[in-house]
C-alpha cells in the first residue's frame, strides 16, 4: 500500500521497466493531479498482469481528458475494484459518460458483454448523508447499478455471470436499456442483433425476469424483426424456386442430349455389328474358295 494524501502532487512519471507489481493500494487523494498525472497512473493499470486494486483520486483536478486516458487504460484491466474520483471539479457530464459506459456499454449485446465486470466501487458524485443521491445524478446512479452487478456476482472471479446479469438487466429491459441509450447516443433495437431464432426464448426470459408488461413491450419492438424474418423467408423461397426451375431445364436438356447419346451408342453398335458379320462371311467364302482349288486340283491329279 502506498498513500500519499496531501502531498501537492501533481504528476506520476512511472519507469515502464519497474513498474510496481506488488502494489495493490493506491491513496491519491487530496493533491493536484491532472492530465499528465492520469498517464503515469493509466502504466499501472494496463496489461494482464496489472495488480493494483485500490485506486483513491478523491480530490484532485483531473478532467474529462484524464478520465479518457484512465479508462482506456481499464478497457482490458481485471485488476481494480476500487476506484474513487469524487469531488473532480473538471468532470463534465462527458467524462463520468465515459466511466458509465465503461461498466455497462449499450451500443450492442456483445459490447455490454465485454464491458468492464471488476470494478465493484466506481463514485465520481458524492453522495448524500443518508447514502442516496440527488435526483440530477443520473449517470452516477446507472454505475453504482452497474458496479453492484459487479459486486454481487464478484467479476474478478466471475466475469461471465456478470455480463449475462448486466445483459438481462439493461439489454432486455425496455425502460433501463432506454435511459442508457439516451446517455451513450444509442438509437438502434437490441433485437436487430438476435437471431429471430432465439426470439422465443428471449421473450421467455424477458417475461421471467422483468414481468409480462415488460414481454409486451419486447415483442411490440420485435415484430419489425420477425416480418423482416418473414420477409426474409419468402425471399428465400422465390430464389429457390427460381433455381429449382432453371435445375429442371438443363434436367431436361440433359436428358435430351443423353437420350441423343444413347441412339447414336446404337448406330455405333450396329455398325460395328455389320462390319463383323461382313468380316465372317469373307472368311467363310475364302474358305469355301480354298476347299474348291483343292478339289481342281485333285482332278488334275495335283497335290
Not at 29 to 45: K, P, V
Not at 72 to 77: T, Y
Not at 83 to 89: A, E, P
Not at 236 to 254: G, M, N
Request: charged content about 25%.
Amino acid at each position: 500500500m502506498l498513500s500519499c494524501d496531501r502531498c501537492g502532487i501533481e504528476s506520476i512519471e512511472i519507469d515502464r521497466d519497474h513498474i510496481p507489481r506488488h502494489l495493490m493500494h493506491l491513496y491519491l487523494s487530496n493533491n493536484n493531479i491532472e492530465t499528465n498525472g492520469c498517464r503515469g497512473i493509466a502504466e499501472l493499470l494496463q496489461g494482464g498482469d496489472a495488480t493494483l486494486r485500490y485506486l483513491h483520486l478523491y480530490d484532485n483536478k483531473i478532467d474529462d481528458e484524464g478520465v479518457d486516458i484512465v479508462v482506456d487504460a481499464l478497457q482490458s484491466n481485471t485488476s481494480l475494484t476500487s476506484f474513487d474520483l469524487r469531488k473532480n471539479d473538471g468532470i463534465s457530464d462527458q467524462g463520468k459518460k465515459s466511466l458509465l459506459k465503461l461498466v455497462i456499454d449499450i451500443s450492442s449485446i456483445t459490447a455490454t458483454l465485454h464491458s468492464n465486470h471488476t470494478l465493484t466501487f466506481l463514485d465520481v458524485e458524492d453522495m448524500n448523508p443518508d447514502g442516496s443521491l440527488d435526483a440530477d445524478d443520473e449517470i452516477q446512479r446507472h454505475i453504482y447499478e452497474a458496479t453492484e452487478i459487479n459486486s454481487i456476482y464478484e467479476g474478478v472471479s466471475n466475469p461471465e455471470a456478470a455480463a449475462r446479469e448486466k445483459l438481462i438487466q439493461t439489454q432486455l429491459h425496455s425502460e433501463k436499456r432506454a435511459a442508457l441509450c439516451r446517455l451513450q447516443g444509442v438509437d438502434h433495437s437490441v433485437f436487430s442483433e438476435i437471431d429471430p431464432l432465439h426470439l422465443p426464448e428471449i421473450l421467455s426470459l424477458i417475461g421471467q425476469r422483468h414481468g409480462q408488461g415488460e414481454m409486451y413491450a419486447a415483442v411490440l419492438s420485435s415484430i419489425m424483426t420477425l416480418f423482416s424474418t418473414v420477409n426474409m423467408k419468402k425471399c428465400i423461397h422465390q430464389e429457390r424456386t427460381y433455381h429449382e426451375a432453371i435445375v429442371a431445364k438443363h434436367a431436361a436438356i440433359v436428358a435430351e442430349h443423353r437420350t441423343k447419346m444413347e441412339e447414336l451408342d446404337a448406330k455405333l453398335a450396329s455398325m460395328d455389328e455389320a462390319v463383323e458379320v461382313n468380316e465372317g462371311s469373307n472368311e467363310l467364302e475364302h474358305r469355301s474358295n480354298k476347299r474348291r482349288r483343292k478339289w481342281w486340283w485333285g482332278l488334275w491329279g495335283g497335290a
